[in-house]
């Protein structure tokens, strides 16, 4: 009898061996496998140091709404890319500390952070409607469907654009684990883009799964100076396929490729119909430098998807 109860005990131990094994092969079978992208800067343009940007859209390839943040300092903006000049700009109440921003049906969307509110306004800036919402507003973004929103955790939220009620939530993982803090978003070619709180890398979220499919290694890239803070701000022109990427206080916006070219976010080459401004000394990244959606096609040119950084700065006690 004594032998018998120590064999059941070992067929035990057996099954539950061979249990977590199963368990950890699922596992491993279904995290996604993530491509990782480095970046070469094509070129630079000027920010506004004083720019606490939390949210980046490109309007007519030429220019862009940037919205900032801080309280007392929140501001919505119309920036002009080439000089980084401000054409036209709206201060937000000093009560409100401004987050993202958005495009939606010819109007812009912007959020803000603890405050619960969120802001309609035409392209004048004149206010449309406010609305309230109950998570913190860090990022916005939209699929042409919905409003996709982050609220500083794992978590987008899809939202209704008319009611800003959430239709659905996803959450986003990184190598089958929850990826908290994610910032400012930007939805291209069927992925979200995203930035992640106090990293130098940029996430590619599937929307179907929360799948983080790619990473894109922004390491330094950073200006170095006073007032510098995190990479923010995200922002795409589909006329051209340039991708903008920005962050607090940064004094430059930087124009970047990504390499090798992406499998899951094909673009066709599309050159810039526009001449670009002389172009600043190329800096590339610390590693063999690469980007995220275009391929170069000679030595002196590049198709593709092109991308422009900027970078402000966060202090310590506060948001995103």
Not at 43 to 54: K, S
Not at 83 to 99: A, Q
Request: charged residues 20%; hydrophobic residues 40%.
């Amino acid at each position: 009898q004594e032998s018998r109860g120590l064999g059941d005990v070992y067929k035990r131990q057996c099954m539950y061996l061979g249990l977590i094994l199963a368990v950890f092969l699922y596992i491993s079978c279904a995290s996604t496998e993530v491509i990782s992208y480095r970046y070469k800067i094509i070129n630079d343009y000027p920010h506004d140091p004083e720019a606490f940007t939390q949210g980046l859209i490109v309007e007519n390839s030429t220019l862009l709404f940037e919205g900032t943040g801080l309280n007392g300092k929140s501001s919505i903006r119309l920036v002009e890319i080439q000089t980084g000049r401000i054409l036209r700009k709206m201060t937000l109440s000093d009560e409100y500390f401004g987050e993202g921003i958005t495009e939606w049906n010819d109007k812009l969307i912007q959020l803000t952070w603890r405050n619960k509110k969120g802001f309609v306004y035409d392209k004048n800036f004149d206010l449309i409607q406010d609305f309230n919402f109950n998570i913190e507003g860090w990022g916005i973004t939209h699929d042409g469907v919905h409003l996709i929103v982050s609220d500083g955790s794992d978590k987008l939220f899809f939202w209704n654009p008319n009611t800003f009620t959430t239709v659905k939530t996803i959450s986003v993982k990184l190598n089958g684990s929850p990826l908290r803090f994610l910032n400012e978003l930007e939805y291209v070619n069927g992925y979200v883009l995203a930035n992640v709180w106090y990293q130098n890398f940029i996430v590619i979220i599937s929307p179907t799964n929360g799948d983080v499919v790619g990473k894109i290694d922004l390491a330094g890239l950073a200006p170095i100076g006073p007032g510098v803070d995190v990479l923010n701000g995200i922002a795409y022109d589909a006329v051209h396929q340039r991708l903008f990427v920005t962050g607090k206080q940064w004094p430059k916006l930087y124009h970047i490729i990504l390499q090798p070219p992406s499998t899951f976010l094909v673009t066709s080459s599309v050159p810039l119909s526009s001449p670009e401004p002389t172009k600043a000394p190329l800096r590339t990244s610390p590693s063999s430098p690469s980007v995220i959606l275009g391929h170069p096609s000679s030595a002196n040119r590049w198709d593709g998807i092109y991308i422009c950084l900027l970078y402000t700065s966060d202090a310590a006690d506060e948001e995103d």
